[in-house]
Each structure stands twice: as structure tokens, then as C-alpha cells.
């Protein structure tokens, strides 16, 4: 098993919902000892990632991944038995599907290969009726191939130890553009699944229409899980860990999310992005041993990702601390980390020695730590000492506390002159309607 001890850190053991993940897996890979080939929907590659790493997946039989689009997999990996395409459900994604294996069952062959198209989570009616106008159905088999579609039901990706994501990256465009209300499901799918880790939940509550939806249809499955014998059996010898869940729709509260983060790790997300545990940053800035590079090497190109989870201790320390006061703390360790190091020249005795060298990894692992910090902390820094980042926030504030909505608009005037990008702008403008309602 892969290490994931940052998810069994918080008030729920968090490793478990990844290992039923990685058992569900399993089961849709198969025989082991066929060889396959994984083509990867690229949106996917990340969160499939967290949940199997590349020997997990050898063990499982795959020797070769490459992503969509691409096309004569038989004639490039002619030994494979299998190759399954994991695709979120969408339309150009299936096109894509069926011109790949329509290149690749072009040729003569002296074995009939298998296609499987596995959605994640869930494969939409609109996407398989697509696959059988290109005559394409579940179960199809032919002389020259076989086709099957199937799901892998990764409804819940654990990204920390206190952090669950359904990843729903589109649901409010999706219920409150769209009008589409399937993520309503999806969520209450994912939410009832939890059940079968933690137990059955004793209270939920909830606040607003889609909250409310969603409370609806796990009453609903709570009735239909009770009446199977077996399965409820099976629940109530659960004992429950989460005492109750709470459904908040976005709309009983949709200025919040325009609002500035000001801790640390939200403004690692305000300007650099947080996607799947995990930041980009300029190379170039860091030191060589954050970088992990060696002096006199060439350098690797592209931006450095940084891991951002609690597995790091000196982060999940730092992420909940306003920004003002993360200077202060890494000064304060780094003196520490000094003090560590200057013990090392009063050692006397080999026992004093023998206590240094078993601190001595995880010393060198903090310093890193501090080091790496220090430098994002910088190149924060760079940002909210600037003059438009202090004009936006103080723009934010005179929204929230009182009536200066002719003070905001001077200043949105201000930025669309200076040639602001269009989604500051467009930021700007949006907190005017949400924020004059919290006026009195």
C-alpha cells in the first residue's frame, strides 16, 4: 500500500474511503495477469492518481498509459489483451473513444483485442446512446474486437486528513445555469456511500432548496437500506462516527466565495491555485535542495509542484494562520532548527551523539520544509504589498461594513482604465449586487 498517513491524521480515519477505492478498482481492472493499456481522460490522471499510484497499477497489470487522443493502440502495444479508456461522461470525450478504436480495429489481427470504456464516476444515458449510433453496445463482440462499458464509482476523493471532494468542479454552473439537476444525485449518492465506512449518520440537517433535495433523497436510501436484511444488519453494527451532517446550498450564502482568503494556504489558492492537494510555483526561485536538483545539473523545465497537505508538518501548521504572522513562525523555527544543529558541537559522549543522529532526518526534513515555505511566503509577499491587491481589499471591506458602493465603483472604474484582467474585473463588479443586500 502507498503511503497516505496524512489521511488517517484527522477526526475520521480517511485512509479507509481510499482503500475502498482502491478494492473497487481492482475489481474493474480485473485478471491481473492480462496485460493492459490504460488511456487516460487527462481531467482524470490527478484524482485517479490519489487514490492508485504507478506500481499499484502495474500490480494490476498495466504496463502502459497514455492519454486521449490516440489512435492504432493494437499496432503500438500489440501484446496487450485489454485497453480501457477512463473517461469522465461527455460527449466529445465518447468521439474520441470511437475514433481510437476504430483506427486501432482497422487492421487485421491475429487475436480479437477488448475495448473498455470505464466512466467516472458514473456513465450518462446521453453517452451511451451515443456510443450505439457508432454502433457501439455494451457486450458487443465481433471477430475483430470486443466492447463493454462499465464504472468506476469514485464518488468521494479523500484529499486530506479533514478535506473529503466529491469533485464537482462544474455542479453550480451546472443546477443554477443549466438546470440540470443530476449533481443533486451524484452528491447524495456519494454522501449516502460514507455510511458504509463510518455508520449510519444520526442527525442531518440542512439550509436551503438543493439542501434540502439532497436530505430528501438520503432519507430515501436510508428506508431502502434498512429494508435489506442483510445490509442493515451489517449497519447497525457500525459504530456511527460522524454525529451529524450538515447540507449547506451555495445560495444561502453566495458572497463568501468573492471574499479575499487572507490565511496562508488560502492565499497560496487566491494567487497560485490549489488543485488535488498539490500548488504550482516559479522553479526558479526556490533553492537547489527544494528543487532536488544538483548543483551543476541543467535545469528541469516548467514550474515546481509543491505538495500542500497535512503530511507536511510544517504546513499544516502554517495553513490556518493569517499571513501576517507566517514571517514570525518561520523565523521562530528556523532559530530552532539552528539551536538543533549548534547541539551537535556540544556533544561529549557517544550517547549525545547517537540522541543527534536519530533527530538528525527528521531535522533535515524541517529545514527543507522551511526553506520551501519561506520562499512561497516571498513570492506572497510580492503580491499583497502591492498597491491594486491593498486597493481590493479595502474595496472588499467598504462593501461589507458599510455603504461606500461609489468608493467601489471609483475603484472598479480604476481598474478597468488601468486594463485589469477581465476576471478582476469582473470580481469586482460582482460584489456590488450581494453586498448592497447585507447593507442595512
Known sequence: MAAAGHLSGGRLNLTLLREAARDELKAVLGDERQKKVIVWDESLIKPVGLIAEVPFLKQLGVYKMVRLPVSNLTEAYP??????????????????????IRESTARKQQTAKKFTVVFVPYATQHCIDKFEEYKMTNGLKLPTFEFAITEYRLETLPLDSDVISLDLSTAFTDLYLQSDPTVVHQAARAIGKLQAVFGLYPKIVGKGKYAKDVGTILSRMHTEMMANPGFAQSLKELTPQIDMVVLLDRTVDLLTPLCTQLTYEGLIDELYGITYGASK????????????VRKGDPPTPGPLTVPLTSEEEVFGKLRDFNFRKVGKYLSSEAKKIKEIYDERKKAETVSDLKQFVQKLPHIQ???????????????????????????????????????????????TEKCMGMGEPVSKVQHDISWDPFARLLVP
Not at 469522465?88 to 481510437?100: C, P
Open 79 to 100: 501484446e496487450a489483451n485489454e485497453y480501457l479508456f477512463f473517461t469522465k461522461a461527455k460527449v466529445s470525450m465518447v468521439e474520441q473513444i470511437v475514433q481510437s
Open 281 to 292: 510555483f516559479p522553479r526558479e526561485t526556490f533553492s537547489e535542495d527544494v528543487q532536488n
Open 365 to 411: 526534513a524541517t529545514k527543507l520544509s522551511l526553506s520551501r515555505h519561506t520562499t512561497i511566503a516571498e513570492l506572497i509577499k510580492n503580491t499583497t504589498d502591492r498597491d491594486d491587491f491593498l486597493g481590493m481589499l479595502h474595496a472588499e471591506q467598504c462593501l461589507r461594513e458599510e455603504d461606500n458602493s461609489d468608493k467601489v465603483l471609483d475603484y
